[in-house]
C-alpha cells in the first residue's frame, strides 16, 4: 500500500466505516431495534470522520490529499486508489451529515410486509460507502466500477422498500444510470488506449490521463466527451435525460428520497467538474453551448412543471431538475464565480431540498401516506412548527437572500453573464417559477380552512367540485376529532435542527466552504486552460 499525503487512514476509515456498519447492521436485521441503533451508531461515527477529514484538509496544499493506493490489476495499471480533493471533500461531508438524519427520520417508518429496518438500513449504510468511494476514487476504472455497483443498493432501496410502482421505478431508474455507464465505459477504454500509445504503457490514473487526453485532436476529444457525458448528464439529471427522476422520486420512501436527489445525483455534476474539464478541455469549450441549451432548458421546464405539479414527490423532482441546471450553467459558464457558484450550490441544494424533503415526509406521514396535494389545507393550524419549518425549507430552496442557497445561485449568476448572458438571462426566470412554485406547495398544504381527505377523512378538498371555502370550514369543524394530528415531536426536531442551523449559518457566513473548494476551482480552471472573464489575473493559478 502506498500514501499520497498525510492522513490518509481517514479516508480509508470514511470508507470501511459504513461497509462495516452495513454487515454488521445486515447481521443484526432480525432485531430492529439493535439493528436501528447500530445503524445510527456507524452514521454518526461516520459524520464524526468526515468533519475530521475537512478539518485536516489544507485547502492551499496539494489538489489530492488524504490519498492511498493498492495494486489491483498490476497487468492493466488498475489500482484500489483514492484522495480527496476540496469537492470531493464537501460532498462526502454532506454524505455524512444527510445518513444519520435519514436514518432518524425513518426511526418509525412503516414498511412493505417482510421487509425489516436491519435491511434497509444496512443498504442505506452499503450506498453511502459506495458513494463516498465514487467521489474519492483517483483511477478512472475504478470509478467506472464504483458508479455501476452503487445503482445495486438504491434499486433495491426503491423496489424493494417504495411504493405502489416501484418496481417499474427502481428498474427505470437502473437502466437509465446502468446504459449511460457503459457509455461511459466504451470512453475510458479510449483513454487507456491513448495512454498505452503515448506512454508505452496503459493506465487508469487520473492525473496522468489528464496530461495524456488534455492534448488529444478536437474531434477526438469531442468523441471521448461524449462518453463520459452522458453517463454523468442521465445522473444530473439533465433534459432529456431526466424521466427517471420523477418516478423514483415518487415511489421511493421519504429517506431514500432524500439520498437520490441530495447526494446520487451529484456524482453528475462531480463529474463534469472532475471528468469532463480537465480531460477534455477543447471539446467542453466547443460543445458548451449544446450543454448550456440543456442547463436552460431544464431551469424553465423544471420550474414550470413543478408549479402545476399535484403530487408533492414528483413536484421535489422537478424543483431538482431546475437546480441542476443552474448547476450546468455554471460549470459550461468557464468562470471561478460560476464554476465556485455551481459547487456550493451542489453543497446547499443537498441541504436545502434534503431539508424540505424530509418536511414533505413528515406531511406525508400525517396524512396517511397520501402524495396529493389536494388531500391538504390548513394544516398549520394543526402543526404550527411542522408549517414553519416547510416555509424556511422553501425559502431555502427559491434562495431568499439570507438563506444558504441564495450564495451560490447568486456567484452562478453573475459568474456566468459575462460568458453567457443570453443562457443567464433565461435562466433568471427559473427564480420567478421558484417563488410561485414554493409559496404556492406551502399555501396549499398550510394555509386556508382546514380541508382535505389526508387530514379530515370525509371532509372536502379545495378541488371538489360544489364546495367552498366556508362550507369546508364548517364540515371540518363538525368533523373534528376524527383524526389526531399532531407537530413535531422530539426526535423530529432533533433531525430537522442541524438543517436548520446551516440554512441560516451557511446562508450568513459561506466562507467555510467557500474557501474549501476554491482551490480546487482554480486547479480545475487552470488543468482546462480556462480564463476567468472577471478575475483574469487575481485567480491564474499554477496547476497541481
Known sequence: MTTSGAHSWLLAALLLVPLLGAVVVTALRGNDHTAKLAA???????????????????????????????????????????????????????????????????????????????????????????TVGVFAATDVF??????EIMLIPMYFLIGSYGGARRQYAAVKFFLYSFLGGLIMLASVIGCYSMAVDELGAGTFD??????????APLSTQIWLFFGFFIAF?????????????????????????????????????????????????????????????????????????????????????????????????????????????SVTYMVNHSIATGMLIL????????????????????????????????????????????????????????????????????????????????????????????????????????ETPGTDGSGAVLTAQAATGTKKIVDLDTREKLVLAPLILLVVGLGLYPKPVLDTVTPTVDATMCQAALVDPVQPAERQVQCR
Open 206 to 215: 487520473w492525473a496522468k490521463l489528464v496530461q495524456v487526453v488534455h492534448d
Open 359 to 462: 418536511v414533505v415526509g413528515m406531511v406525508i406521514a400525517r396524512g396517511g401516506g397520501s402524495t396529493r396535494v389536494a388531500d391538504y389545507g390548513g394544516m398549520a393550524k394543526l402543526t404550527p412548527l411542522l408549517g414553519g419549518v416547510l416555509l424556511i425549507a422553501g425559502l431555502s430552496t427559491l434562495s431568499l437572500p439570507g438563506t444558504n442557497s441564495f450564495v451560490s445561485e447568486f456567484l452562478v449568476l453573475i459568474g456566468s453573464f459575462p460568458n453567457a448572458p443570453v443562457y443567464t438571462t433565461i435562466a433568471t426566470v427559473g427564480m420567478i417559477f421558484a417563488a410561485l412554485y414554493v409559496l404556492w406547495l406551502y399555501q396549499r398544504i398550510m394555509q386556508g380552512p382546514l380541508r382535505g381527505d389526508a387530514l379530515l377523512p370525509g371532509v372536502p378538498s379545495a
Open 142 to 147: 475504478l470509478f467506472y466500477v464504483l458508479f
Open 233 to 341: 448528464a442521465v445522473k444530473a439529471p439533465l433534459v432529456p435525460l431526466h424521466t427517471w427522476l420523477p418516478d423514483a422520486t415518487a415511489e421511493a420512501p421519504i429517506g431514500v428520497a432524500v439520498l437520490l436527489v441530495g447526494i446520487l445525483d451529484k456524482v453528475g455534476t462531480f463529474g463534469f467538474l472532475r471528468y469532463l474539464l480537465p480531460m477534455f478541455p477543447d471539446a467542453s469549450k466547443e460543445l458548451a453551448p449544446l450543454v448550456l441549451v440543456l442547463a436552460v432548458a431544464g431551469v424553465v421546464y423544471g420550474s414550470l412543471l413543478a408549479t402545476g405539479q399535484r403530487d408533492m414527490k414528483r413536484f421535489l423532482a422537478y424543483v431538482s431538475i431546475a437546480h441542476f441546471g443552474f448547476i450546468a450553467l455554471g460549470i459550461f459558464s468557464f468562470s471561478s464565480q460560476s464554476l465556485t457558484g
Open 40 to 130: 445510527l451508531a456507524f452514521s454518526v461515527a461516520e459524520f464524526v470522520l468526515a468533519i475530521v477529514s475537512w478539518v485536516n484538509f489544507q485547502p492551499g496544499g496539494d489538489r489530492l490529499q488524504q490519498g492511498f493506493s493498492l495494486t489491483w490489476i498490476p497487468s492493466f495499471g488498475v489500482h484500489i486508489s483514492f484522495a480527496v480533493d476540496g469537492i470531493a471533500l464537501v460532498m462526502i461531508a454532506v454524505i455524512g451529515l444527510l445518513v444519520p438524519l435519514v436514518i432518524g427520520a425513518g426511526w418509525v417508518d412503516k414498511l412493505p410486509e417482510g421487509r425489516t429496518k436491519g435491511g434497509f438500513f444496512a443498504l442505506i449504510l452499503l450506498e453511502q460507502a459506495l
